[in-house]
């Protein structure tokens, strides 16, 4: 096969790389650029998109013997993942950016240019396993990232190669220390790969100002704060509340919800999270599925699967859960199992 060899920077998609040669296709490799302004690009080798990347991600296809391309994508990537963050935030909704770039830029603009060009699909280092068409977790749970692809198409699926789903991250990093990758021992990436200090509410202060609101006790009704922008804050939230009144019962307070009109951040006690339903939106299926439907759901990129059963609510989903669960923020993913096997995914809305 003709493979496009998506490479980060990072270890996983420099061994899926060398996995693809070694197995004898015909492989290129290509470095997305995503921002505009490189210069404030994060340095260090803790996140995904620092100013190190493009230069380890050179020095793999070098190694590798790979012909190496940069893809300019960083006025797609701003207006469907960093726009898309900033919109969701001030909806009142809490998104998740990875999950957005996978859909949006790694396997759709990088898939329709591959394909375009020739190559018969994108090989790319997630950890997850993917067999005749059917999307699987990896055998390293702990690394798993079959939930942030759940959001593909079929037809995304069928143009993609995946060959780290049989390794765990160990493995990987013995792979790559093996083959003398320069990034065998390069941390993985971690938090917003657009928000180079970590401050997520800085950086929406700076696109959406200060909206000034009340902290509102669910159980009382009481001001118990104020706040510079319910875009600041998540459902389940404990720390960094700036609450100014403590609770009457002396117990922590957590966000319940947040109205972005009137800028009300409510908050309350631990077990007024706890739901046995959850509703989702846009609903994507990678099988066809037969509704209602005993399964297991995951509300989180790093959360456990509940039993559940799902049934159709309109246009979406209602997950009935088999026991009481945390609360999860609407903007997040409710990706559907049945095992390791992904049937689906919908966008949590209440």
Known sequence: MRLLAALSGGVDSAVAAALAVEAGHDVTAVH???STAPAT???GSRGCCSKEDARDAGRV?????????VWDLAARFRAEVVDDFVAEYA?????????RCNEKIKFAAVLDRALALGFD??????HARLADGVLRRSVDRAKDQSY???????????????????????????????????????????DVCFIADGDTAGFL???????????????TGAVVGRHDGAYAFTVGQRRGLSLTTPAADGRPRYVLGLEPVSSTVTVGPREALEVEEVRAQRPRALTALDLPLSCEVQLQ?????????????????RISLASRVTRPAAGQAAVLYDGDRVLGSATVSG
């Open 32 to 34: 997305l650029a995503l």
């Open 41 to 43: 690009l994060r340095t």
């Open 301 to 317: 990129a790093h959360g456990r699967p509940h039993p559940c059963t799902v049934a159709a609510d309109g246009d979406g989903w």
């Open 91 to 99: 909806a009142g909704r809490t998104p998740n950016p990875c999950l």
């Open 121 to 126: 699909a994108v090989v790319t280092g997630h």
């Open 205 to 219: 202060r700076s696109r959406l100002g200060a909206q000034p609101g009340p902290v509102v006790d669910a159980l």
């Open 148 to 190: 942030v692809l759940a959001v593909l198409t079929p037809a995304q699926l069928a143009g993609t190669v995946l060959p780290l789903g049989g390794l765990t991250k160990a493995q990987v990093r013995a792979h790559a220390a093996e083959r003398g990758l320069g990034v065998a021992d390069k941390p993985d990436s971690s």
């Open 61 to 69: 296809a070098d190694v590798l013997g790979l012909p190496f391309y």
